[in-house]
């Protein structure tokens, strides 16, 4: 069965380093998306991709934040200056539709940031 | 006013016993409705979908929706102890783009 992958699964930084986090999306899908989630917290939406541009950003998707699909499969989100805030499970989803089937979710990469 | 809401739990339910879990909803416009299971430190994985008012049903789990009071439900019948899980329900308002909001989670124990 067709999975959304991501990697790392834990990348550890320091606070102000720039970190790149990769996902690959099923390969029909056509809507990208990156989703965070502070531990214990709720899962928040970042940003949303289609077209091989950006659908839609959140008030967290700030100029630090960017998104690149670089190539056919890829799918990033780079984190120019990490905060400790940034700390988190981030999510990369992707959708065959807009409305239809919902998000399918990769295992996520943990970011610690110290 | 969050945009989707539920009642945090914890949930516990005896082994065979159906789970109950609840979730409103704040835009009218809403409308496609998802419920996913997390198990501590995973990804959301997606357990059903629904659109219309009604039930929806998929082996042990049915989806229940009910627009004109904003309300979505999940019944799990003859629930296992691998149900035991945080259960997060999704709305999509495509009037507002294509963000799917969810709510912060029902967190459920079966008991053997």
């Known amino acids: 069965e067709p999975e959304v992958t991501q990697t790392p699964s834990h990348q550890v930084t320091q606070m102000g380093q720039e970190v790149i986090l990769r996902c690959v999306p099923i390969?029909?899908?056509?809507?990208f998306y990156w989703y965070r989630q502070i531990l214990g917290q709720k899962v928040e939406f970042l940003v949303s991709f289609y077209n091989n541009e950006i659908s839609e950003k959140s008030e967290i998707f700030d100029d630090q934040f960017s998104v690149e699909r670089p190539d056919g499969s890829n799918f990033t989100l780079k984190i120019r200056s990490t905060k400790l805030e940034d700390s988190a499970m981030y999510f990369c989803a992707s959708s065959v539709t807009l409305l239809a089937g919902g998000l399918l979710f990769g295992p996520g990469t943990r970011l610690t940031v110290t | 006013q969050k945009e989707v809401e539920q009642n945090s739990g914890p949930l516990s339910v005896p082994e065979g016993a159906i789970a109950s879990l609840n979730c409103t909803y704040s835009d009218r416009g809403s409308q496609s409705f998802f419920w996913y299971r997390q198990y501590s430190g995973k990804s959301p994985e997606l357990i059903m979908f629904?659109?219309?008012?009604g039930d929806k049903e998929d082996g042990r789990f049915t989806a229940q929706l009910n627009k004109a009071s904003q309300y979505v439900s999940l019944l799990i019948r003859d629930s296992q102890p691998s149900d035991s899980a945080t259960y997060l329900c999704?709305?999509?308002?495509?009037?507002?783009?294509?963000?799917?909001?969810f709510g912060t989670g029902t967190s459920l124990t079966v008991i053997p």
């Open positions: 390969s029909n899908h056509l809507y």
């Open positions: 999704a709305v999509n308002r495509r009037m507002t783009g294509n963000q799917f909001y």
């Open positions: 629904i659109y219309s008012n």
